[in-house]
């Protein structure tokens, strides 16, 4: 599976960002989940949200529960994160990622991943 991001950028305290996912290569997109994780300098990748099944399922970490929002456009294969109400610790790198299966909350058993954009909140 090919992940690209894009959406990343600068924002003042408060304000909103949505990132992008758009997504290739599946042999059965209803059986991935989608997420997306970010990684602060000298910190794991972390979970931030995911997506499965069509959306039927979605998962948020307890740092974005409210303010996140995880989406999925089937007819373009995409996933977008809409980040409202950005804090200076949401400032990262975040990475889209890919699952053959269930999410996970562990970046070690995802399969497939973006490049990584930056979003910087000040």
């Known amino acids: 599976v090919q992940l690209v991001e894009s959406g990343g950028g600068w924002v003042q305290s408060g304000g909103s960002l949505r990132l992008s996912c758009a997504s290739s290569?599946?042999?059965?997109?209803?059986?991935?989940?989608l997420g997306w994780f970010r990684q602060h300098p000298g910190k794991e990748r972390e979970g931030v949200a995911g997506i499965y099944q069509h959306a039927i399922r979605t998962y948020y970490a307890d740092s974005v529960k409210g303010r996140f929002i995880i989406s999925s456009d089937d007819a373009k294969n995409t996933v977008y994160l809409q980040m409202n109400s950005l804090k200076p610790e949401d400032t990262s790198v975040y990475y889209c990622?890919?699952?053959?299966?269930?999410?996970?909350?562990?970046?070690?058993?995802?399969?497939?991943w973006g490049q990584g954009t930056q979003v910087t909140v000040s």
């Open positions: 290569g599946y042999r059965d997109s209803a059986n991935y989940c």
């Open positions: 990622a890919a699952r053959w299966s269930r999410c996970s909350s562990d970046w070690r058993d995802w399969d497939d």
